[in-house]
């Protein structure tokens, strides 16, 4: 089955600075791939997705690219503000057997001011 | 707010205690989900109904029952949990089981004395 590997798992900035995080999926029949915030006592919620038939998408300030061939696909914050701290998640599905999402292990992103 | 409701927030019970968790979704979705969220594993997937017909099981104990009686609402059954079973327990819901956005609802933080 589908196995997603995040890195880092955590990760602090400057205010103001870039943040990247990176993910690797296995299936290469995978097709979705979603990046979730977490906040403090909140559930994860979708900031952005990409699909297989697209390289890159962008969102204000956050930016999601996919490299098929390598099966990575990365989160990209720019001008990062402290409201931006949280825990990220990236996710695949869509591969063999019509799986639900697979998740990363997370990375708690630290902006400071 | 998603369109996802969970209901306790907060839960604390005793080992030999029976409590339900209860998860309602007003978005007209197919799929539902169970989630486990803990340090050791930060979101890990137990159940998934999709047209109220469980689907998938990833090997979770007994002690968890999962009850689906309508597409809008699940429930989660516990009986005589264990302490390591202390976890923030996430619902999900998506338009179908693969290849969509899941959104999540706040989660049931339970704690097992």
């Known amino acids: 089955g589908e196995n997603v590997e995040q890195h880092p798992s955590t990760l602090s900035v400057q205010e103001g600075d870039s943040a990247v995080i990176k993910c690797t999926y296995s299936?290469?029949?995978?097709?979705?791939f979603p990046w979730y915030k977490q906040e403090l006592g909140k559930g994860p919620q979708l900031i952005i997705d990409i699909r297989s038939n697209v390289g890159e998408k962008k969102d204000q300030r956050i930016a999601v690219t996919l490299n098929k061939t390598a099966k990575h696909f990365s989160l990209h914050i720019t001008e990062t503000q402290p409201e931006d701290s949280a825990v990220y998640f990236c996710a695949a599905s869509g591969g063999k057997g019509n799986t639900p999402l697979v998740f990363g292990k997370g990375t708690r992103l630290s902006v400071i001011a | 707010e998603t369109g996802v409701t969970q209901t306790p927030r907060h839960l604390v019970m005793g080992m030999t205690n029976k409590k339900s968790l209860k998860c309602e979704q007003h978005l007209g979705h197919n799929a539902m989900y169970w989630y486990k969220q803990s340090a050791k594993k930060p979101l890990e997937l137990m159940f998934v109904y999709s047209l109220e017909e469980r689907v998938e099981n990833n090997s979770v104990p007994s002690r968890f029952s999962p009850e689906c009686p309508n597409s809008s609402h699940l429930f989660l059954h516990l009986h005589t949990l264990q302490p390591e079973d202390s976890a923030l327990y996430l619902c999900?819901?998506?338009?179908?089981?693969?290849?969509?956005?899941?959104?999540f609802g706040p989660g049931t933080r339970l704690t097992v004395l």
């Open positions: 999900a819901s998506s338009q179908d089981r693969a290849g969509n956005e899941q959104f």
């Open positions: 299936d290469s029949a995978s097709n979705y």
